[in-house]
């Protein structure tokens, strides 16, 4: 098996943001286990229900995205050991921007990891792939989601009002958007 790592991108010392890839579905599958009770609130988890080979398969499909230039799936390794995931996604060259959109181990939060991250993507974004604009969108009662984007000087651009169905109601979905312009000038 080559174990050579398509995508690496280090976020600081102790932190590294890796392209999924097959091999990752067993850990992934477990992370995802371990915090479905934490996810279910306000991530559709569908994608990781089911068995390791479900989750082998949704990974083939976020590679074919990164063989077509459409985005990345990361996943967020800290200390040598998996602990969320960062979707670099919906990748628009035309209008020259990209969604981002993450979770992390519940064990994990209030360390500002995902604020790091996010931090270092938006910089790729800006300075190697050349956007103009990266957006954010959260459940509107997620505060610790939405306390990403706005520590990070994203502007909230709207609501859209019941934009999300989860399991049995619909959320309100916030959506944040930060320009190139406005990054430089942080």
Known sequence: MNNRLFLGIQVDAETELRL????????YF????????HLYEWTDIKAY?????????????????FANNQGYHLGIWYQGKLIGNLSYGNLD???????????????MQG?????KVCQT????????????????????GNRRSRAVPERLGFTQEGI??????????????????LL???WKKG
Not at 50 to 65: A, D, M, N, W
Not at 121 to 140: D, T
């Open 49 to 65: 229900e089911g068995s390791v080979e479900t989750v082998r398969e949704y990974i083939k499909q976020r590679l074919l995205s």
């Open 121 to 140: 993507m938006i910089q790729y974004a800006f300075e190697e792939h050349g956007l103009n604009k990266v957006e954010i969108s959260c459940a509107a």
């Open 30 to 37: 477990a992370l995802a286990e371990r915090n479905r009770e």
């Open 111 to 115: 360390k500002g990891i995902i604020t």
């Open 93 to 107: 060259w035309r209008s020259r921007k990209v969604e981002l959109g993450y979770w992390i181990d519940a064990s």
């Open 180 to 182: 190139a312009q406005e």
């Open 160 to 177: 859209h009002r019941q934009g999300d169905w989860q399991h049995d109601h619909f959320d309100d979905v916030v959506y944040y958007g």
């Open 20 to 27: 999924f890839e097959p091999r990752h579905a067993e850990e």
